[in-house]
Structures are given as structure tokens and as C-alpha cells.
């Protein structure tokens, strides 16, 4: 039945207005139940975005009514981010949660536990959409991606996520909090989401906190160094 099942992908932005040409995904059929189960093959190589999916079994073709996001997958491993030991993964995509070095007291360095959230719905749509939808589809290579996300964090210079500031008055602006207020990324961008507006403030440590989130949202292994 392989043969008469044929999968069309068409890359969409989060608006759903396609993007690129449509691309063929191989697909079989199996039984389930009373109702049959579609299985998609799709590429280690296919590009990060939304796509949205039209399947034509025989003479019928049905489209999804949601569309899709296709992340790097580290269990691959012929996938560029793949990671063959199972802690590593668990650290550096899954975890949600961890300790953040930074300077305390003199010379002192204290850890800060940090809530990375990874997979909220505000961190997934900030990722997907406004960090990869930031480029064309023909330029979203892992290093373009990556730097983007980096770019989306800062708002000093590139109209970000994140304000920072490392002296004066951390409460010269209504709801403007000190870097030091802050214990995850997800009140952070949940605000920016809400509002489209930077977060004031961060410094290092935030500003690497959030990073770290939005990189692990979209299937990228990632660790904070401060």
C-alpha cells in the first residue's frame, strides 16, 4: 500500500503563508484499529520550519489541520545535533532546570538555580516563529539559527527579548525588574510574548538563562557558561 500513499510538505511561516515550494515526504500505511495509521518518513536533513502536510491516500487527499514544526533531533544519528549518550541528552535538551554560576560577594562566585522551561508554549512560539521566522527559509542553516537566537535574546542592539543594564536604577521604568529578581526564563518571556516589548533588566547570567531556553526549544543541545 506504500505506493499509494504520497505526502506533500509546504513550508509555512506562523501565519501559515507558505514560504518555499512543497517537498514530497515518503509514507506507508498501517493498520490500526478500525482505522488505518499513516506513517511519515521525514528527512534528517529537512530544513527547520512549520510545514504544513497534504496526504493523498488513493484518490482522496486530506490536509492536516494543524501545521507542524520540524526541530534538529539529537536520537538521530545521522542528524548534525545528534548525541549518542542518553544523560547528555537529558542535560543539555532535556533538563528544565539547573544552576547558573555567576559573581557574588568579592571575589566570590555563587549558583544561581535557574527554571529553563523549555517547553512552555511562550518559549516554543518566541522560537519558532520570531527566532527562525527572522529568516528566509533558503538561509536556516544550525549557525544562522543559532546566531539569530542569540540576536533575539538582546535587546540593547537588536530590539530583543532582553533589556540589559549593569548600573544605575533598575526601576526607572514601570515593571522593570534587577537582573538579580529573576529565577527562569519563563515569566521573562511570557512577558515578551504578551507584550512585544523588552524585559528590562538582565545581565549575564539572564541573558545566558534565556539563551539556553530558546536554543533547547528548538532541539538544540545547549548549556549555560557564565
Not at 34 to 48: A, E, G, N, R, Y
Not at 50 to 74: E, M, Q, R, W
Amino acid at each position: 500500500r506504500d505506493n499509494l500513499v504520497s505526502v506533500s510538505a509546504t513550508p509555512v511561516d506562523c501565519d501559515g503563508k507558505s514560504i518555499a515550494k512543497a517537498i514530497s515526504w515518503s509514507a506507508s500505511v498501517q493498520a490500526y484499529n478500525s482505522k488505518f495509521l499513516v506513517k511519515i518518513s521525514v528527512p534528517h536533513d529537512t530544513v527547520l520550519s512549520l510545514y504544513k502536510l497534504s496526504i493523498t491516500c488513493g484518490s482522496d487527499t486530506h490536509n492536516a489541520k494543524k501545521n507542524i514544526a520540524i526541530l534538529p533531533n539529537t536520537w538521530n544519528s545521522k542528524d548534525a545535533t545528534y548525541m549518542p549518550n542518553e544523560d547528555d541528552r537529558v542535560a543539555y535538551v532535556q533538563k528544565t532546570d539547573g544552576y547558573i554560576w555567576r559573581e557574588g560577594n568579592g571575589d566570590k562566585k555563587e549558583k544561581k538555580a535557574w527554571t529553563y522551561a523549555q517547553f512552555e508554549t511562550s518559549a516554543v512560539q518566541v522560537a519558532v516563529c520570531d527566532v527562525v521566522g527572522s529568516l528566509p527559509f533558503s538561509e536556516r542553516s544550525d549557525v544562522n539559527i543559532l546566531r539569530a537566537a542569540s540576536a533575539k535574546v538582546n535587546s540593547n542592539d537588536d530590539n530583543g527579548i532582553l533589556y540589559g543594564r549593569w548600573s544605575g536604577s533598575y526601576s526607572d521604568v514601570k515593571g522593570a525588574k534587577s537582573p538579580t529578581y529573576w529565577s527562569g526564563s519563563q515569566q521573562i518571556i511570557d512577558r515578551y510574548f504578551n507584550t512585544r516589548t523588552p524585559v528590562r533588566y538582565g545581565q549575564c547570567w539572564v541573558f545566558a538563562g534565556v539563551l539556553n531556553t530558546i536554543t533547547r526549544a528548538l532541539g538544540y543541545p545547549c548549556r549555560p557558561v557564565t
